[in-house]
């Protein structure tokens, strides 16, 4: 958050980034320019990264059940990475951690629009 306020987000922006974005850096000094419609900038990106999510889905319906482990959790130990899990590692919605063999999102935004999308469905 001491980033956001050096940014010169109030708290109750910096909330809201935050559940958006968590620390991305980048998302938040891109939202620095849309200060004056900050929760419909917030919404737009989480739409388009939603939808990059459903377009992965309808192409490889396998997707959906590996992301399906992500409705309750935000990471989750895996074995053996199939394809479907490759591709969304290929694509940055997912990332894996070879050293504890945990798989999670990429970031907050990709959790929600994981969320978002599966809740679609």
């Not at 922006?13 to 891109?30: D, V």
């Not at 990332?95 to 599966?118: C, H, M, V, W």
């Amino acid at each position: 958050m001491r980033f956001m306020r050096e940014l010169g987000f109030t708290e109750e922006e910096g909330e809201l980034l935050y559940s958006y974005f968590g620390g991305k850096p980048g998302y938040l000094i891109q939202a620095k320019s849309h200060r004056n419609k900050l929760q419909k900038w917030c919404e737009g990106i989480l739409r388009l990264r939603t939808t990059e999510v459903l377009r992965l889905i309808k192409k490889d319906k396998r997707t959906l059940d590996v992301l399906k482990e992500f409705r309750e959790n935000e990471k989750i130990e895996v074995l053996e990475i199939d394809e479907p899990t490759k591709t969304l590692i290929r694509t940055n919605i997912l990332f894996y951690d070879p050293l504890t063999g945990l798989l999670r999102p990429q970031g907050r935004l990709e959790l929600n629009a994981i969320r978002k999308a599966s809740s679609l469905l």
